[in-house]
């Protein structure tokens, strides 16, 4: 075993103990999230209503996770009672519910998130009608006086801004500082009723477990007939059927498991980068046209034939003048000086120099010096610099 092996499994097992370590002395936290789950135990689940609502309902209830629209469009059904627990539900949905209810069927709705269109067709608007931490809901009915239920936790302080005449009011909302506010209606629509609460809290585990608050609920829920009940439950309630559901419903498994997960993912990638094999250093490709150069230029040094070297130069001068300023290079004479210096704006004394020594490069009598050649090659360049 390589030593640089050893020491990743002596990291990750130190890692290891130190996060076991934290979750063992970790304490749990509790979700306030208004989930409205019948599956959830936290505060605002609604687990211990969903196990005591065969009781309230006498046997009589019948859950389903389908839509509304669904559900009517498959089968036809006698009168009877619906339930909606802060379920958000579709359009289509909810004109299903109140053609049910137009048919002589009764509707009770705990929610605040029912539609504008749908709460203007039943007969009231609400909105927000109070910020205190603390409520009381109470019952208008005078043989219900005695049971009522104290919101402490995370009120939604919803109620009816505004309700049509014919719309009676069943509860309210009541509070120290402010006039009470209606949050409990019915309203008759077709042959049936249409009951809607707006403040669903007092249904979640929270407030069902605590002493008398039991009798808030039955009593809202008796205005229901004795009859069949169909509740429409949330969607997202389904229990998983993943064969890793209860490591991940876990969060301590969960939590260990993503980490060995990543463990094993930084021991793959530490362990195959060790065992790559050497990229080969691959050389740029020389040039050879430079090295040509070069030895050209090193062949006329030794020769010391400088006259003929400026006899190129001036030769390759020319043919660059030719080709880039599109200058006529037949005679070198006054005409051809203006040009060249109109079209660099080098002086005309550098120019003339210039001209004088390609003429002696070319005169094959000429006396060229190595001063001479150096000279031009300095002058050739300033011009075309």
Same mark, same amino acid.
């Given at each position: ?24 002395n970790k304490k ?15 505060? @605002? *689940?609604? %687990?211990? @209503? ?15 996770? #389908? ?20 379920? #958000? ?33 039943? *007969? ?5 009608i109070s910020f ?15 049971? +009522? ?62 002493? *008398? ?17 169909? =509740? ?10 993943f064969f890793m559901? @209860? ?9 260990? =498991?993503?980490? +060995? ?7 793959? +990638? ?5 065992? /790559? ?24 040094? /030794? ?26 290079? /037949?005679?070198?004479?006054?005409? %051809? ?23 002696? *490069? /070319? ?23």
């Amino acid at each position: 075993m390589k030593k640089t092996f050893k020491i990743y499994a002596v990291i990750f097992i130190v890692v290891m103990l130190i996060l076991a370590l934290l979750e063992v002395n970790k304490k749990e936290t509790v979700s306030w999230r208004k989930n409205f789950d019948v599956n959830e135990k936290s505060p @605002f *689940g609604l %687990f211990v @209503f969903n196990n005591e609502a065969k009781d309230l309902f006498k046997n009589n209830l019948k859950k389903t996770e #389908e839509a509304p629209y669904d559900y009517y469009s498959q089968r036809k059904k006698e009168a009877h009672n619906i339930v909606v627990i802060q379920n #958000e539900l579709d359009k289509e949905s909810w004109k299903k519910i109140l053609d049910q209810v137009s048919d002589g069927s009764d509707a009770l709705i705990l929610s605040n998130k029912v539609p504008k269109d749908v709460s203007d067709s039943i *007969g009231y608007y609400d909105s927000d009608i109070s910020f205190a931490e603390q409520n009381v809901l109470k019952l208008t009915d005078k043989q219900y006086q005695n049971d +009522f239920i104290q919101l402490d936790k995370f009120p939604s302080g919803k109620g009816f801004s505004y309700i049509k005449p014919k719309v009676e009011v069943l509860g309210k909302t009541v509070e120290k500082n402010n006039s009470d506010q209606a949050n409990f209606i019915k309203t008759k629509f077709g042959k049936g009723n249409i009951y809607i609460h707006c403040e669903p809290l007092f249904l979640t585990n929270y407030y069902l477990l605590k002493p *008398g608050n039991q009798k808030y609920a039955q009593d809202v829920f008796s205005y229901l007939q004795d009859r069949e009940t169909i =509740w429409f439950v949330k969607k997202n309630t389904k229990m998983s059927r993943f064969f890793m559901r @209860f490591v991940l419903s876990n969060p301590a498994l969960k939590y260990a =498991w993503w980490v +060995f997960l990543g463990g094993l993912v930084l021991f793959i +990638f530490f362990n195959t980068k060790r065992k /790559q094999r050497i990229v080969p250093v691959l050389e740029p490709l020389r040039n050879t046209s430079l090295d040509f150069v070069k030895s050209i230029g090193n062949l006329y040094l /030794q020769e010391g034939d400088f006259h003929d070297m400026m006899a190129k130069k001036g030769q390759y001068f020319l043919n660059k003048i030719r080709m880039d300023l599109l200058i006529d290079t /037949q005679h070198l004479d006054a005409d %051809f000086a203006n040009k060249l210096q109109l079209k660099t704006g080098k002086p005309m004394e550098m120019i003339s120099e210039a001209i004088a020594l390609i003429k002696k *490069g /070319q005169d094959p009598y000429a006396n060229v010096m190595k001063e001479d050649l150096i000279r031009m090659n300095k002058l050739l360049d300033e011009i075309m610099g």
